[in-house]
């Protein structure tokens, strides 16, 4: 018994080492996992001498281990702040790799499609706009029969990308949103309840008849969740869809670090609540040989890895912005 | 002994204290290990808290704030839901465990007693995330749709049961608590009943007591003790139950005295927050929120002690 495992442990170590496989680490955000992943898994089968270990353990967590090199590379959902930037030994480069949307989910008898503007949604989080037949939503909604019922409002309990990107939102379009909560991965909600996770909030609004809730996109899809038509800055209804989150990235300000905020596009067809995720990646790399490596990744990845990220509900970079990206990825020194 | 005797035979020549001496200082490492392991969780705690310490002194304890993105954190609403959702569940799970023991030691015919074991332990086995999800798309809307509803019917009067339903609610958190803690608290009632001696229950019905009276002279009365410890046990695990409490208790930071309202507790907050936390400031409240809950913990276990010991010895004297 104890000859056979040790065997398989000699054998495990043996093969291993004839692969000479390099291993690279990541840990971050939650939300890009699942293309990450699958990254990850298609780019083994092209380069079987590199596997990669990414852990989703949440933005905070993946600017920490950033800082402390304890990973080869990040992942956000937000970019890092200035302070946290300060403390890095190198320079650190934000990398946009996919973009998502954060949707409106409600609970209205007969799941009547629904069209809301950013004022108006401000004012419902704010606990403002406490019933579904108030004029500023019944006045966006002709034909629509709302009824008079409560407004449960409810919102992520978890630290969380989509938080903040929904926050950010709202702080973009309601001064007295900007003014009293702000946008952060958590904030200190005015009104409603917390879910935690899309489940969640998810679950929740499922529940409880009259309930509003953000969920992302892919999760709305993939569960068959209703959601609203929003108001984008250009004046039009917008759905969230895989071509809005481009159109809203294509016509986004995005400044030479990457550390950018699309939400509120002005594109005719932009949808307004989403927002990019990046990788965190030290500009110069301690280790010639993994930086090698993680280049040769990052090249494959903006190039023949973002045809992937539609089937997966993720919005891919237009064009411009994948080769912004890819320039950069390029000026990595290693 | 028996035991001792039997190993005489490979006792090292009298007079050798070697063996006694090395077990002495083993045990003694070993408790040493324990105390050294709990002061290393609190140094931690407070070392990974200090900035916030230093920056809200006491006043953490007694605000109600908590807005990351102002970076300004209290302590006071997550504390008071970790205690009104635990002493909740204790409310509920102490008297059903109770009696659920009581029925398996004393009442119930002997073929059935183990299968209702069985099951008591299998609940005990179910992981928290299932209890949580199972709270959120069945016990909730049974709640929020009869119960809750029924309950401010009839007893709307008392401020506890007032406001909207939402079913998310300080309510649901107590009972889903409740429910977890039932399998440890009338598994350790039972083995504590399972204790008193056969001789108290047939002097008790030597002397004419009834089937309830035997229950409550000869065997509650000595047990109580051993009953109460129980009961410390459940909250202890109630205190740091986190996964399915955050899915049902509403997390709004706010102190209502609706059991209608939602809540959040200590642990449920660290759970939620911790993983996106980036700021100095809002990693170190965080932290400061562990140190609260362990110290809320360590406070609770002396009270219960000194409630302990001041019960007296129990047993037979203690029968009037």
């Known amino acids: 018994m104890k000859n056979t495992l040790l065997a398989i442990v000699f054998g495990l170590a043996a093969s291993s080492g004839a692969n000479a496989q390099l291993l690279i680490n990541g840990a971050g ?50 970019p890092m702040s200035d302070a946290n930037l300060a403390k890095a030994p190198r320079p650190i480069w ?17 799941d009547p499609a629904i069209r809301l503007d950013g004022p108006t949604l401000a004012a419902i989080y704010l606990g403002q706009v406490t019933k579904w037949n108030d004029p500023a939503i019944a006045g966006q909604n002709p034909g629509v029969t709302l009824p008079d019922q409560d407004i449960l409002v409810v919102h992520r309990s978890d630290g969380s990308g989509t938080s903040y ?21 958590s904030v200190s909600w005015p009104a409603g309840l917390g879910g935690k996770g899309n489940a969640g909030v998810a679950g929740q609004v499922k529940q409880s008849p009259g309930a509003i809730g953000y969920v992302e996109l892919a999760y709305a899809h993939q569960n068959k969740l209703p959601f609203a038509a929003l108001k984008n800055a250009a004046g039009n209804y917008v ?25 509120n596009a002005p594109g005719d067809a932009a949808y307004p609540i989403s927002g990019a995720t990046w990788l965190l990646v030290y500009s110069e790399q301690k280790d010639p040989a993994k930086g090698q490596k993680l280049v040769q990744f990052l090249k494959w990845a903006y190039t023949d890895g973002e045809k992937l990220a539609a089937a997966l509900d993720y919005a891919p970079l237009p064009a411009a912005v994948q080769q912004r990206a890819l320039d950069r990825v390029n000026s990595i020194k290693y | 002994m028996p035991t001792a005797q039997s190993s005489l035979p490979v006792l090292p020549p009298m007079g050798s204290r070697a063996p006694d001496i090395t077990f002495k200082w083993a045990a003694f ?5 324990i105390l050294a392991l709990i002061a290393l969780v609190g140094f931690e705690l407070y070392h990974g808290a200090r900035l916030s310490i230093a920056k809200f002194g006491p006043g953490f304890l007694v605000s109600s704030e908590w807005d990351p993105v102002s970076d300004r954190y209290g302590a006071l609403p997550f504390i008071f839901g970790t205690l009104v959702s635990s002493v909740l569940a204790l409310l509920l799970a102490v008297p059903l465990g109770v009696a659920a023991a009581l029925f398996l030691t004393e009442l ?25 999800l199972w709270g959120i798309f069945v016990l909730v809307p049974w709640l929020r749709d009869h119960l809750f509803v029924w309950l401010k019917h009839t007893l709307g009067f008392l401020p506890l049961f007032q406001g909207p339903i939402y079913g998310v609610s300080m309510l649901a958190g107590g009972i889903i608590v409740a429910i977890m803690i039932l399998p440890i608290v009338t598994s350790i009632s039972r083995e504590i009943l399972r204790s008193v001696p056969g001789l108290q229950r047939e002097a008790a019905y030597a002397l004419g007591a009834t089937r309830w ?56 907050v660290i759970a939620n927050e911790f993983t996106e936390a980036t700021s ?22 002396i009270a219960a002690q000194m409630m302990l010991r001041s019960m007296g010895s129990g047993g037979v004297s203690k029968v009037h």
């Open chain 1, 239 to 263: 759905e969230a869809s895989i071509d809005s989150v481009v159109a809203a990235m294509a016509t986004a300000t995005i400044p030479d670090d990457f550390r950018f905020s699309m939400v």
């Open chain 1, 94 to 110: 934000h990398i946009p790799t996919v973009a998502g949307a954060v949707v409106i989910s409600y609970n209205l008898p007969g």
């Open chain 2, 108 to 132: 119930a015919p002997f073929r059935i007693r183990q299968p209702i074991v069985t099951v008591i332990e299998m609940l005990a086995s179910v992981p928290s995330v299932i209890f949580g």
């Open chain 2, 280 to 301: 100095d400031l809002y990693l170190n409240a965080l932290f400061e929120l562990g140190l609260v809950l362990f110290a809320v913990t360590i406070l609770i276990n």
């Open chain 2, 213 to 268: 009276e035997v229950i409550r002279i000869a065997v509650l009365s000595y047990a109580r003790r051993g009953l109460f410890g129980a009961a410390v046990l459940g909250l202890g695990r109630a205190l740091g139950e986190t996964m399915a409490v955050t899915m049902v208790i509403g997390n709004r930071p706010e102190i209502s005295a609706s059991l209608f309202a939602p809540g959040y507790t200590l642990a449920s």
């Open chain 2, 29 to 33: 490492a070993a408790a040493l290990a």
């Open chain 1, 165 to 185: 990107i929904f926050t950010d939102y709202l702080s973009h379009v309601s001064p007295d949103w900007k003014a009293k909560v702000g946008k952060g991965v």
């Open chain 1, 29 to 78: 955000a939650t939300f890009p996992a699942p293309i990450y992943q699958k990254w990850f898994d298609e780019y083994t089968k092209i380069d079987p001498t590199v596997q990669f270990n990414y852990q989703p353990i949440g933005s905070g967590g993946g600017q920490k281990q950033i800082l402390a090199e304890t990973v080869d590379f990040g992942a956000s959902d937000g």
